[in-house]
């Protein structure tokens, strides 16, 4: 006689609840990710009180050696025009964020928004220069 248990094990593992923790961080992982603006190149950038919010579609760095980055990739003076322009080609509003170190002359700041300027005669668009600032 044979004697058999009442309760059988199963060697099966569910994997719904392991698909749901997944999914979940996968979620956190995304909405953290999209607030959190890294900026690729440390600048002191410049004090101010007031706020701007607005798309940025090209975002232009100057540091304090007047390197300029469109992005993490440096490029020269006369390539931004048409690197700017390639980023931002297709729309007719943007904006082109600048950020600059405190210490940069205003002529470096002046070249981005002469190449912006440029770019808006040559295809008839509307794109804004901002200067980025970091709170008081």
């Not at 006689?1 to 094990?9: E, G, L, W």
């Not at 980023?87 to 170190?101: I, P, T």
């Amino acid at each position: 006689m044979a004697i058999q248990t009442r309760n059988k094990r199963s060697a099966q593992f569910s994997m719904a609840s392991m698909s749901d923790l997944v999914f979940l961080l996968l979620i956190f992982f995304m909405l953290t990710s999209t607030l959190v603006a890294p900026n690729a190149i440390k600048l002191l950038l410049p004090q101010s009180s007031s706020k701007t919010m607005a798309k940025q579609t090209v975002t232009v760095y100057i540091n304090d050696r007047f390197e300029y980055f469109i992005g993490e990739d440096q490029i020269a003076v006369d390539q931004m025009e048409q690197l700017i322009g390639e980023a931002m080609a297709g729309q007719v509003e943007g904006s082109v964020v600048l950020r600059a170190d405190q210490s940069v002359p205003v002529q470096h700041i002046v070249n981005v928004i002469d190449a912006v300027n440029k770019i808006n005669e040559r295809y008839n668009t509307k794109h804004k220069v901002i200067l980025a600032t970091r709170p008081n």
